[in-house]
């Protein structure tokens, strides 16, 4: 990677990790229960279940995921953790985000309510437990695991700016960049990656990429191909 091109990397990942270019982003509703978190107000697991569900909805124009997670957590009372143990889940063929039902959700709250009562935390769930034992989905080793590595970019980043960094027991240098379309084609526009294929492999190219520039925190470049695309309208 050459001088100018780090140098510009550099600038935009200071200029948008700011928690003001995320007011209207599924981010907000982990870190609404990330606060109560340390008020004493609510439970790990309440700022885990928040980031789990609002990672995967996030698909589709920001408006409309902000708008469907808060219908979600308007169902579930701000209290995930107390929802999903309750066992009595919102279960209907009608749409929640998109192509995501209510029925969905319901599943994925059960799942959940089956690891947390053998586990106090999500933590230390491997990618392939996390979408097979939570999501529901067929084992995949190649598919990148966007939602996972969002809700894992969140938890465990902790420069206190836009991430939470409520996981202290995971290394944020083993973070793999969220990699969706969007991501994919700035990557592929800045020569961070030629390769065809959105899979894990070019999520992890473009992850060691930027540890040329931040090799003890290589997701800080999430942010800056967030500056990126916000330059490059």
Same mark, same amino acid.
């Given at each position: 990677?050459?001088?100018?091109?780090?140098? +510009?990397?550099?600038?935009? =990942?200071?200029?948008?990790?700011?928690?003001?270019?995320?007011?209207?982003?599924?981010? *907000?509703?982990? +870190?609404?229960?990330?606060?109560?978190?340390? $008020?004493?107000?609510?439970? #790990?697991? !309440?700022?885990?279940? $928040?980031?789990?569900? =609002?990672?995967? #909805?996030?698909?589709?124009?920001?408006?409309?995921?902000?708008?469907?997670?808060?219908?979600?957590?308007?169902? &579930?009372?701000?209290?995930?953790?107390?929802?999903?143990?309750?066992?009595?889940?919102?279960?209907?063929?009608?749409?929640?985000?998109? /192509?995501?039902?209510?029925?969905?959700?319901?599943?994925?709250?059960?799942?959940?309510?089956? #690891?947390?009562?053998?586990?106090?935390? #999500?933590?230390?769930?491997? !990618? $392939?437990?996390?979408?097979?034992?939570?999501?529901?989905?067929?084992?995949?080793?190649?598919?990148?695991?966007?939602? *996972?590595? &969002? &809700?894992?970019?969140?938890?465990?980043?902790? @420069?206190?700016?836009? !991430?939470?960094?409520?996981?202290?027991?995971?290394?944020?240098?083993?973070?793999?960049?969220?990699?969706?379309? %969007?991501?994919?084609?700035?990557?592929?526009?800045?020569?961070? /990656?030629?390769?065809?294929?959105?899979? *894990?492999? /070019?999520?992890?190219? *473009?992850?060691?990429?930027?540890?040329?520039?931040?090799?003890?925190?290589?997701?800080?470049? @999430?942010? =800056?191909?967030?500056?990126?695309?916000?330059? %490059?309208?």
């Amino acid at each position: 990677m050459d001088t100018a091109l780090k140098e +510009t990397l550099i600038g935009w =990942a200071q200029e948008y990790n700011d928690p003001k270019y995320f007011q209207e982003d599924p981010i *907000i509703f982990p +870190t609404r229960l990330a606060r109560k978190y340390e $008020a004493g107000e609510a439970s #790990l697991a !309440d700022v885990e279940i $928040a980031a789990l569900l =609002a990672a995967h #909805l996030a698909w589709g124009r920001r408006a409309m995921i902000v708008r469907d997670c808060g219908r979600m957590f308007d169902e &579930m009372c701000w209290r995930p953790y107390d929802y999903v143990m309750n066992g009595e889940y919102r279960d209907e063929n009608a749409s929640l985000h998109r /192509t995501i039902k209510w029925s969905e959700f319901a599943a994925i709250c059960g799942r959940l309510r089956s #690891l947390y009562e053998v586990r106090g935390s #999500l933590e230390g769930l491997s !990618d $392939a437990e996390i979408r097979v034992n939570v999501f529901g989905q067929k084992e995949d080793r190649k598919a990148p695991n966007k939602k *996972i590595s &969002m &809700m894992r970019r969140w938890l465990v980043r902790d @420069d206190g700016k836009v !991430d939470l960094g409520v996981w202290k027991n995971s290394d944020k240098k083993a973070l793999i960049l969220p990699l969706d379309v %969007h991501v994919y084609d700035q990557a592929t526009a800045l020569g961070l /990656t030629s390769r065809k294929q959105k899979d *894990i492999v /070019t999520a992890r190219e *473009i992850t060691d990429s930027f540890k040329d520039i931040w090799p003890d925190d290589p997701c800080l470049g @999430d942010f =800056a191909l967030f500056g990126y695309g916000v330059t %490059h309208k």
